[in-house]
């Protein structure tokens, strides 16, 4: 839809659009044909002899990057919802547009895809019509293929869409910035909604939330590559070339702010604009180099791809088993899948990702509250009082034929059911809280395989909720591996406890004698298995005579393995450490 507005609007000639959806800029948007980051592009449009200005800002859909979404909406005055004409709503186009009705923005519905033979037309409309309040006949039907439509639906963003209350001629400047990249020309370029008075380059400006103050050196627009403007004024969207060495001084959700007596400046108390919640990662993962000399390499990769991705987090992580490497903290799943595709292509690194996890809240008994990310970050138990993991409050959308599957696998999950609404005859909402750990393994999978594909949810992060938590540790002869003990609820610690073992069980190559595996929640032992011992025939000499004599022979034998086996060293090869910490691919 967007590659037709900016054809339409002339913002890019035929022979500029080279391939389609130009707004996804980045090599894995255009592969794998998502939308990972917000792009903001500045059109002009002629309507009824009037030229107008539209700051179009195009977000992802999917619920790992709904803070992109978030932020866009704080920066708009209106929101143009598409739905799939062949898909119906989507738990993420629910989720969008109550966030969009809390920012107050003027609402354009929009059916696309009417041009395909599966698009359901009618009965769309009655579901964005059921589920959102919003009347039939606002509901424009497009395709953004044909082009359908395309140019009314401009037309409509002009005539419903309020221009930008904004004083330009303001003493004041006030911006709010909604993204903040790295760009190895220009440096650290803030995005910026210009909410009062003006910015043009050499002027002195400040960042009110960081305090950080620098000069402009450059202002401009998106077209939706950079282009530098004289100024950018109250109302509109564009960039502002910072001058500063880190992205931490310019951060999102921070207010460049400005004043015609700047000399005053330590005097006035200039009121921030209203920021963003901080985006905290829920999902952890370790992240190290099959060769251990390019953990240099891994860290300068992550330093330059959190300067363009202020929700990825990290910090240094050892493993005695994986060497050095970064504990990383992500949005969700595809939000790790992203990250670690680009460290391999862009920065050329071969990486092992450990299986994901959360963060869990500790309290201590002397009250202290710890986050923790990491297992073996966990105090000795006896000091802890409870262990807290993320819950999530999350939407299903599907047929309601699925409603006894999904809420089967719900359960399985330790979901908590709250409440269950029709969308239409046909399909419903489930209402559910989940803990976050049960998302992070397979839940997507799982949900669309249970539903044929039909079903689609969104999540929210919850709050912390205490629950009966343990850590699970692997023991192999009896001595504790520490890269392998996890935090898990203790109706799955058997389970996974059992597969863990049977895991190492294959892998870890037999000895002289006999392996026992354990898994165990403090001294309890969950599961066994043994690895059976080497026996060299030592009676294999002996030439008839007496039995005993066979006996004394391997009465020695067992005696020196319980003395090795006491004394001796379990190899366990990497390997055994990948086949249990990797992600399956
Ligand atoms: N037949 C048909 N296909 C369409 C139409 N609009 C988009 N598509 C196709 O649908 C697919 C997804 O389009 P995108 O524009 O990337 O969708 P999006 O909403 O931006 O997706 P995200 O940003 O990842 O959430 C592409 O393969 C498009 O070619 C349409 O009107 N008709
Ligand atoms: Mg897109």
Redesign the pocket.
């Known amino acids: ?1 967007a590659d037709r507005f900016l054809e339409i609007t002339g913002t890019l000639t035929q022979r500029e659009m080279k391939h ?2 130009m707004l ?1 800029t980045m090599d894995l948007e255009q592969e794998r ?3 990972i980051k917000l792009q903001p592009v500045r059109m002009n449009y002629r309507y009824k002899g009037q030229e107008y200005q539209l700051n179009l800002i195009d977000t ?3 619920v790992d990057f709904s803070y992109e979404v978030s932020r866009s909406l704080a920066a708009c005055e209106g929101a143009i919802l ?1 739905v799939d004409a062949t898909q119906g709503i989507q738990a993420q186009t629910l989720a969008n547009c109550y966030m969009a009705m809390e920012n107050n923005l003027e609402i354009i519905p929009v059916l ?5 033979p599966a698009a359901n037309v009618e009965e769309c409309a009655k579901e964005i019509e059921n589920a959102l309040g919003i009347p039939r006949e606002e509901i424009l039907c ?4 044909d082009g359908t439509n395309v140019a009314k639906l401009l037309d409509m963003v002009v005539e419903k869409i309020p221009p930008p209350k904004a004083p330009g001629d303001s003493q004041e400047t006030r911006a709010l910035v909604f993204d903040s990249v790295y760009d190895p020309y220009k440096g650290i370029v803030a995005h910026v909604r210009l909410k009062q008075g003006s910015l043009k380059r050499g002027q002195k400006v400040r960042f009110l939330n960081t305090k950080a103050e620098t000069e402009v050196m450059e202002v401009g627009c998106f077209k939706p590559k950079y282009m530098p403007l004289p100024e950018i004024f109250a109302g509109e969207v564009g960039y502002v070339v910072t001058g500063m060495k880190s992205v931490a001084d310019a951060s999102v959700g921070d207010t460049i702010w400005r004043h015609e007596n700047w000399h005053l400046r330590d005097e006035m108390k200039p009121i921030p604009l209203p920021g963003y919640k901080k985006v905290i990662p829920f999902v952890f993962a370790g992240v190290f180099c099959i060769d251990g000399e390019d953990y240099p390499l891994l860290r300068d990769a992550l330093d330059k791809l959190s300067l363009n991705d202020s929700a990825l987090t990290f910090e240094p992580e050892h493993s005695g088993a994986l060497g050095h490497g970064f504990r990383c903290g992500f949005l969700g799943l595809l939000h790790m899948d992203i990250v670690q595709e680009r460290l391999e292509r862009e920065y050329n690194l071969h990486l092992i990702v450990t299986a994901p996890s959360v963060s869990y809240e500790v309290l201590k008994n002397d009250g202290e509250v710890l986050l923790i990310s990491n297992p073996s970050e966990l105090p000795d138990i006896i000091s802890v009082k409870e262990i807290r993991e993320p819950f999530m409050k999350v939407e299903i959308l599907a047929p309601k034929d699925y409603i006894g599957a999904l809420m089967q696998m719900l359960q399985d999950r330790r979901g908590i059911s709250r409440n269950v609404t029709y969308l239409d005859e046909k399909r419903v909402n489930l209402h559910y809280e989940v803990p976050m750990a049960s998302i992070v393994v397979d839940f997507y999978d799982e949900l669309k395989s249970i539903s044929s594909g039909y079903a689609s949810m969104s999540y929210e992060f919850l709050e912390y909720r205490a629950g009966d938590l343990v850590r699970l540790d692997i023991l192999v002869n009896h001595e504790k591996l520490d890269a392998l003990s996890i935090i898990i609820h203790r109706s799955e610690a058997f389970y996974h406890g059992g597969q863990v073992c049977k895991r190492l069980k294959n892998i870890i190559p037999r000895a002289q004698f006999e392996i026992p595996l354990q898994a165990a929640v403090g001294a309890k032992i969950l599961a066994r298995e043994t690895i059976a011992a080497y026996r060299k025939d030592v009676t294999g000499y002996l030439y008839g005579g007496d039995v005993s004599r066979k006996n004394k022979l391997l009465d020695k034998q067992k005696k020196g393995k319980k003395r090795m086996k006491m004394f001796g060293k379990v190899e366990v090869p990497q390997q055994a450490f990948l086949a249990v910490l990797r992600k399956e691919d």
């Open positions: 839809m389609g959806q996804d044909g998502i939308t992802p859909g999917h598409v696309n895809k009417i041009d395909l497009i395709s953004a293929k």
